[in-house]
């Protein structure tokens, strides 16, 4: 059995699908890729904001995986909707990578003195809804401007000095072992600046009549990161979110088994955060939400 795996073409996509291939190859499953390109791929001259919908990433790819054009699709994870297609569903997820944002500053723009180290009124890049809101709670001095395009060429721009400083997620430039050292970057707490649901996670989708599938992706499955994902997304569903919803969630896991869990959102114009630590992972996405709608 081969099966065909579905992936956007960029860098940090294919790197996603290979890992994926790595994977399946080390429990004996032949595979090949199948790239598509998605809305997200195709308009590049504007902001998530400004794009109608949600899954700017994922919906051509799902809709190949309905048609049965492909077998798998892989997705970052906060990329997907919480709302799967009729037929569809995540049948597993990866490990998880670093889930902090980055924020990767020009050396003219550095200022040790300042928060994020970001010298006044500097102009930081961004699509995300998310990090816009959130900067501008800790330094309403930046300027946000849309920054679009893969995780290079953003660099790229970055280094052309067409912004002072971007946001990159560290996942993706842990995965692409990217040479970053001629920029100043400073890593963000997951707790303070509160990543996208999912962050770092790769997610499998798959037909959910495709036993045969979903079997061979339960042996690559990781269940402990799927236990704090599910909260992440779910605070997301609640939310009736998508991409332009700026919504950070993180929850870990400790050691002793309790979870911990982050929230920030603007709401009306203002914003709020949450916290919540259980023994279990139960109602912690409630409780996250009735926090952020009455602080």
């Known amino acids: 059995m081969k099966i065909r795996i579905g992936t956007r073409g960029s860098k940090l996509a294919l790197w996603q699908a290979h890992f994926t291939q790595a994977k399946l190859a080390e429990i004996g499953v032949e595979t090949e890729l199948v790239i598509l390109k998605t809305q997200g791929d195709l308009i590049q001259h504007l902001g998530f904001d400004k794009m109608e919908g949600k899954g700017f990433f994922t919906k051509e790819i799902e809709e190949a995986l309905l048609r049965g054009d492909i077998d798998l699709a892989v997705h970052s994870m906060k990329d997907l909707p919480t709302q799967a297609p009729e037929g ?3 049948t597993a997820v990866s490990y998880r990578e670093n889930p902090a944002d980055l924020l990767l500053i020009r050396p003219e723009a550095v200022d040790a003195g300042k928060i994020f180290k970001l010298k006044e009124n500097a102009i930081v890049g961004t699509s995300a809804a998310r990090r816009k809101a959130q900067m501008l709670d800790f330094r309403p001095d930046v300027q946000m401007k849309d920054i679009r395009g893969n995780v290079p060429t953003r660099v790229e721009k970055l280094r052309e000095g067409q912004f002072d400083a971007i946001f990159l997620a560290a996942a993706g430039v ?13 890593s963000l707490h997951p707790f303070e600046f509160v990543p996208a649901p999912a962050q770092g996670v790769l997610a499998w989708q798959t037909n959910r ?3 045969a599938v979903r079997t061979i992706l339960k042996k690559i499955h990781h269940s402990e990161v799927a236990a704090v994902t599910n909260v992440e997304r779910r605070v997301l569903q609640l939310l009736d979110g998508g991409c332009q919803l700026p919504l950070g969630v993180h929850c870990v896991r400790d050691e002793q088994g309790y979870y911990h869990a982050h ?11 949450a916290r919540y630590s259980a023994s279990t992972n139960a109602g912690i996405a409630e409780y996250l939400v009735e926090q952020l709608r009455s602080a």
């Not at 040479?179 to 970057?185: N, R, V, Y």
């Not at 929230?263 to 955060?273: I, K």
């Open 263 to 273: 929230a920030a959102c603007l709401l009306d114009g203002r914003m709020r955060r």
């Open 209 to 211: 009549d495709d036993v």
């Open 174 to 186: 842990n995965r692409l072992e990217m040479d970053l050292s001629d920029l100043e970057m400073v």
């Open 88 to 90: 569809l569903v995540i």
